[in-house]
């Protein structure tokens, strides 16, 4: 349920369209559907413009295979997130109308437009290990109607490849900063710039990264105060935010 379709359910029952029994068909699973192992929330596209988004790691597939037969049933638009390449094909036999994003790990359904946004979000990288989750990052924001703008491969190693960038950055309505290991770019980013900078740390690195605890430590603790922090390996939570910024 969209704000769109509650306007034409109640527009076409005021103007004798359609029963009361039909509208309380439409209503029947407001705010959300029990399916019994999970209960979707059907009320989170009016809050958002957009349906509530499905994290598919370590979901059953059959369990998968409910849920999304009952989003398509109440969306025109979902997002399921960490699939992997085999559960994706398995879902793709079942749901050919399912788009899976293999470097994202994403699956989406997108039937209904979405208007286009103006101007563009940023997705920068630190080393290529961390494209899947800025991949993560800019399809989600792709997918909720964004421009998105690449630069990948520019950690402080080498920091003189992300300085040639400064324009592009410069024009960005934000800019999702993605790194793994010491988890410094988001900062000096958070520093170049004017923007708000969404930190992703990733749980890419060795020895005293932890597993994605010490970027993340590193970004809670940023001196430049444009840099705001989602956990580690969330490009979707950024992609999302980044789009209610835009």
Do not use: W
Not at 111 to 127: M, N, T
Not at 173 to 200: D, N, Q, R
């Amino acid at each position: 349920m969209n704000n769109e379709k509650l306007k034409k359910v109640l527009t076409d029952y005021k103007n004798g369209k359609i029963s009361e029994d039909d509208v309380f068909q439409y209503f029947l699973y407001f705010p959300y559907k029990d399916l019994k192992f999970a209960k979707i929330d059907t009320y989170r596209n009016l809050k958002f413009g957009f349906p509530e988004v499905v994290y598919g790691k370590e979901k059953k597939l059959s369990h998968l295979v409910k849920i999304v037969e009952n989003m398509m049933k109440l969306h025109s638009n979902f997002i399921i997130t960490k699939v992997d390449e085999k559960i994706a094909k398995k879902l793709r036999n079942k749901f050919p109308s399912l788009t899976y994003f293999p470097d994202a790990k994403i699956m989406s359904v997108k039937e209904a437009k979405i208007d286009k946004k103006k101007g563009y979000i940023c997705v920068v990288c630190a080393g290529t290990s961390d494209i899947p989750i800025a991949e993560e990052a800019a399809i989600t924001a792709e997918i909720l109607g964004n421009k998105v703008e690449r630069i990948y491969d520019v950690g402080v190693a080498g920091i003189h490849r992300l300085l040639d960038k400064i324009e592009i950055l410069n024009k960005a309505k934000c800019i999702i900063v993605v790194a793994g290991m010491e988890g410094a770019l988001p900062g000096v980013v958070g520093g170049l710039v004017g923007k708000a900078v969404i930190a992703v740390p990733t749980s890419v690195g060795y020895g005293t990264n932890f597993s994605g605890l010490t970027p993340l430590f590193t970004m809670l603790n940023s001196c430049s105060p444009n840099v705001v922090v989602v956990n580690i390996d969330n490009g979707f939570g950024a992609g999302f935010f980044a789009n209610l910024l835009s």
